[in-house]
C-alpha cells in the first residue's frame, strides 16, 4: 500500500470527503422529507393523490440513477454538484417513501380513527401520531437507504461533482497509481458509512427499549 498517494493528495481527497459528505447529508435530509409526503400521498383517502404518489415512486424506481443525474445536469444545466445532490435527492426519496408507507400500513387502523373522532384533521393525524410511530418502525430499511445514498454519490463524479471519485480519477490519472488510489478513497467512504450504520443501530435499540 503506498501511503504517500494519501499525504502528497491530501487536499484533494479532504476536498472530495467534504463535497461527497455535503451532499449526501443535504440528500439525505431532503429525502428524508420528500419520501414522508409521499408516503402520505400514497395512502391518502383522495385517489388522485394516491395516483401521483403510485407514479412517482413506480416511475423514479425503475430508473438508473445514473439518467437521473445525467437528466438533471444537461437539461436543467445545473452545475455537477447541485445536479448530484437533486438527483440523489429524487432516487432516494422513492425508496424512503415505500419504507415509511409500509410503516404506516403497520400502524393500527384505530389509531387515526381516534384522533380524527378527537378532532384533528387527517394531516395533523398523520403528522402527529402516526408518521411519528411509523418512522420507528422502519428505522432499519431507512438506515439502509441512507447508506445507500452514501455509496450512491459515487456517480456525481460522472457529471464532474468534485466528490470522492471525482478526485480519485484525477489522481489515479496523474499518478499512474491506480488500486492504492481507489483502496483509500474505500476507507473514506467507510468512515461515513460505518458511524452511520452504528447510529442507526443504536437508535434501534433505544427505540426498543422504550416501547
Do not use: C, H
Not at 32 to 50: M, T, Y
Not at 102 to 124: D, F, H, N, V
Request: glycine fraction near 6%.
Amino acid at each position: 500500500m503506498n501511503f504517500s498517494i494519501l499525504t502528497n493528495n491530501i487536499d484533494m481527497f479532504l476536498e472530495g470527503f467534504k463535497v461527497t459528505l455535503m451532499a449526501s447529508v443535504i440528500a439525505l435530509i431532503a429525502s428524508l422529507l420528500l419520501g414522508a409526503f409521499i408516503a402520505v400521498l400514497r395512502i391518502a383517502p383522495n385517489k388522485l393523490l394516491n395516483w401521483l404518489g403510485t407514479i412517482y415512486v413506480e416511475f423514479i424506481r425503475n430508473i438508473p440513477l445514473l439518467i437521473i443525474m445525467l437528466f438533471v445536469y444537461l437539461v436543467f444545466n445545473f452545475k455537477g454538484l447541485t445536479a448530484g445532490t437533486i438527483a440523489l435527492t429524487i432516487y432516494t426519496t422513492a425508496f424512503i417513501a415505500e419504507a415509511i408507507r409500509a410503516g404506516i400500513l403497520s400502524i393500527s387502523k384505530g389509531q387515526m380513527e381516534a384522533a380524527r373522532s378527537s378532532g384533528l384533521t387527517y394531516g395533523q393525524a398523520m403528522r402527529l401520531i402516526i408518521l411519528p410511530q411509523a418512522i420507528k418502525v422502519v428505522i432499519p430499511p431507512l438506515g439502509n437507504q441512507f447508506i445507500n445514498l452514501v455509496k450512491n454519490s459515487s456517480l456525481v463524479a460522472v457529471i464532474a461533482g468534485g466528490d470522492l471519485m471525482y478526485q480519485a480519477d484525477l489522481i489515479s490519472a496523474r499518478t499512474l497509481v491506480v488500486m492504492d488510489t481507489y483502496i483509500l478513497v474505500a476507507m473514506f467512504y467507510l468512515l461515513l458509512t460505518i458511524p452511520l450504520s452504528l447510529g442507526v443501530g443504536y437508535l434501534e435499540k433505544r427505540l426498543a427499549k422504550s416501547n
